[in-house]
């Protein structure tokens, strides 16, 4: 699977340097922008995912040659997390990186794109699935259907959920208000556990004063980013998914406005940005696991057979769940099925 995941960086990477070198013959001298972006993301200023962010942007402007400028809307700042969706579509603003899960009602399959709870964590596995699986071409019609251009999605490390209690075993989730959106959510209940939907910049305020006693982020990183051993010192083994995958998403009017070779830069540069995504979240993560057991994070014992049971068992109806919901998430979890 190695082979298949360099395989396709390769290809992703190189057809996106082979834009980016094609416009830079042409593009001579700098001059005022024709595009003015507004890009809105998940994350507050100075997180490490808040900079990667900034240099998707940054790319966009020098790989156009000033073209394209943006400016880049960090978590709080005119647009919510649960409002990005929302704003792309109506062009408030241009460009957005959405959490699919805080969007579950108005785009299902986004929610089976980020990735049901016992998805694979193999990146490999992940890229075949978008780019030669045929994912990347359902999701450019359920976006597209909406009003939005669906770019190349990028890879975040697995999610789990941390707890003010100690979990020593899955009946410990009962009663319990989890921040969790969308299917995560949905497999906590199955938990016996009450899920609440709450933005990331909620989770700090919410664990400390007890509206909520657990929280999942969106991987290790957002809960060293947000501080959150700082008010919950227990995190649970089993992951609820193996990893995430988010896309970039832009209004589709503006898209149409763009030029051909405008249209080849945003999307090479978002090549690149999920590039930078996987790379650097790997090592993140090992990175702020380090930080947290440093500030008193400690894990909940090695989980039972029974334990194991109940959760493969709690995720076990959301396939059928979501293939309900919509066409798009039907297609999606038929090729699912077709590669089991």
């Known amino acids: 699977m190695l082979k298949t995941l360099q395989k396709v960086k390769k290809r992703l990477l190189a057809s996106s340097l082979a834009v980016a070198l094609g416009v830079g013959a042409v593009a001579s001298t700098a001059h005022a922008a024709d595009h003015n972006w507004r890009f809105a993301n998940l994350y507050g200023r100075g997180t490490a995912f808040g900079e990667v962010y900034e240099d998707l942007a940054k790319n966009i402007e020098t790989m156009s040659d000033g073209r394209i400028k943006v400016q880049v809307l960090y978590s709080g700042e005119g647009v919510g997390t649960s409002g990005i969706l929302g704003a792309v579509k109506t062009g408030l603003v241009t460009m957005g990186a959405p959490f699919q899960s805080m969007h579950a009602g108005e785009l299902p399959a986004g929610v089976v794109e980020i990735g049901l709870p016992g998805g694979t964590d193999d990146a490999g596995d992940l890229l075949t699935l978008f780019h030669e699986r045929g994912w990347d071409e359902v999701l450019t019609k359920a976006y597209g259907s909406q009003g939005l251009v669906w770019l ?129 979240s790997r090592k993140w993560e090992s990175e702020a696991v380090a930080e947290m057991e440093a500030k008193g994070l400690q894990w909940s014992p090695e989980p039972s057979a029974a334990d194991k049971e109940a959760w493969a068992a709690a995720g076990a109806g959301l396939w059928d769940e979501y293939a309900a919901a919509d066409p798009y998430s039907k297609e999606l979890i038929e090729i699912l099925r077709a590669e089991k």
């Open 152 to 280: 190349d999605p990028y890879i975040q490390p697995p999610v789990y959920i941390i707890t003010k209690k100690p979990i020593n075993s899955v009946e410990d989730f009962k009663g319990l208000k989890i921040r969790a959106p969308g299917a995560y959510g949905k497999f906590l209940r199955n938990l016996g556990a009450s899920p609440v939907s709450l933005a990331w910049s909620e989770i700090y305020t919410s664990l400390s004063t007890g509206v909520i006693d657990g929280s999942i982020g969106s991987n290790m990183i957002d809960h060293r980013d947000g501080n959150h051993v700082e008010v919950a010192k227990y995190m649970y083994r089993l992951p609820l998914a193996g990893a995430q995958v988010l896309p970039i998403i832009v209004n589709n009017k503006a898209w149409n406005k763009l030029t051909p070779d405008l249209k080849a830069i945003v999307k090479a540069a978002t090549t690149v940005h999920a590039q930078e995504q996987l790379v650097k």
